[in-house]
């Protein structure tokens, strides 16, 4: 009897621990732009997926979903009403209530770099006065964005930098708006719809091609209707994590100082994660028979530098008095 007594107080014990534990434990709920199938995506989750096994009895993320949770256009609005805890989403889908997502598209200085050098924090705190989020990691600055055309877009091949303005003349473009002008500088129609619709506007004709990041096409279907890209590749991922400035700031400080390190730890970590992604896509894109086209020596630098001066030239009218310090700490142009 004694026994058992002894084993019934040491289970209640235990379970009133492990009640404590999951009392203690956070749950955050997480929203993504972009469906979970695609890799943009499934960056994320990967991240997500560490910080659920490390973070047992701390903190637990729970994805929600994407379009299905919040349309993508409202996912911005709805984390800062506080409907959900985090977004993970790119800056072009929310570039109409911040000034300075050209800064993100247009850097090339390594991540590392942008967290010692004080760019990060600058980038921080102008997203905490426009949008109410904390940025808590950005995970995508190993990508880059490339243009693709559907199996009517036409291109004319430049045989010189001076024949760039021509090289899409007459041809719809899927654009957002961070990349209109460079679209424009090259003789297309930039064409605005959700990034859902794109596959379905390359069927019915309405666009003739997208600007997209180098990886991502998979999960949107978009692998069959891609028939040529133009390289070199432009710009730089700007996917960065999002959470709702006042539930950030109500975590235990520990809950905090473990998802800032693990945020941290993985934008230079997912490099080989994206890589594979991107290597994966590519693959794909050759078997269906996409044409690479690659522009050689100075018509490829001068395609690369028309994309990356267009961006800063918008940041400098939309954010004069933020965007020389951004750009001093953020883009170095003997690194392209």
Not at 82 to 100: C, E, K, Q, V, W
Request: overall charge positive.
């Amino acid at each position: 009897m004694a026994l058992l007594k002894k084993a019934f107080l040491t289970a209640t014990v235990l379970a009133s621990v492990m009640g404590a534990v999951r009392a203690q434990e956070v749950e955050l709920r997480a929203v993504a732009g972009l469906p979970a199938q695609s890799v943009v995506t499934q960056v994320f989750l990967n991240w997500v997926e560490q910080i659920n096994k490390k973070g047992k009895g701390l903190v637990q993320i729970k994805f929600m979903g994407s379009a299905e949770v919040t349309p993508i256009g409202q996912q911005p609005a709805a984390l800062k009403r506080g409907l959900f805890d985090i977004l993970y989403t790119p800056g072009s889908f929310y570039a109409g209530m911040n000034r300075h997502i050209d800064a993100l598209l247009a850097s090339n200085i390594p991540i590392e770099t942008l967290r010692k050098n004080g760019a990060m924090d600058e980038i921080t705190k102008l997203w905490l006065q426009q949008m109410d989020v904390h940025v808590l990691g950005w995970f995508d600055t190993h990508v880059s964005f490339t243009l693709y055309l559907g199996p009517n877009g036409k291109f004319n091949a430049p045989k010189s930098p001076a024949d760039l303005p021509k090289l899409l003349a007459g041809q719809k473009m899927w654009s957002t708006p961070t990349f209109r002008e460079f679209l424009t500088a090259l003789g297309a129609t930039p064409v605005t719809m959700p990034p859902t619709e794109i596959l379905t506007g390359l069927d019915k004709g309405v666009i003739q091609g997208y600007g997209y990041p180098e990886y991502g096409l998979l999960g949107m279907g978009l692998e069959r209707a891609s028939k040529t890209l133009f390289f070199p590749t432009y710009y730089r991922g700007n996917t960065m994590v999002l959470a709702n400035a006042a539930k950030w700031n109500s975590l235990p400080a520990k809950v905090r100082e473990f998802l800032t390190k693990e945020a941290h730890d993985y934008e230079v970590n997912s490099k080989a994660f994206i890589r594979a992604g991107i290597d994966k896509e590519m693959a794909v894109l050759r078997q269906n028979g996409a044409n690479f086209v690659t522009f050689p020596g100075a018509i490829g630098s001068a395609y690369r530098k028309l994309a990356h001066d267009e961006a800063w030239k918008r940041l400098e009218k939309r954010a004069p008095n933020e965007a020389p310090l951004l750009r001093r700490l953020m883009y170095d142009q003997a690194l392209d």
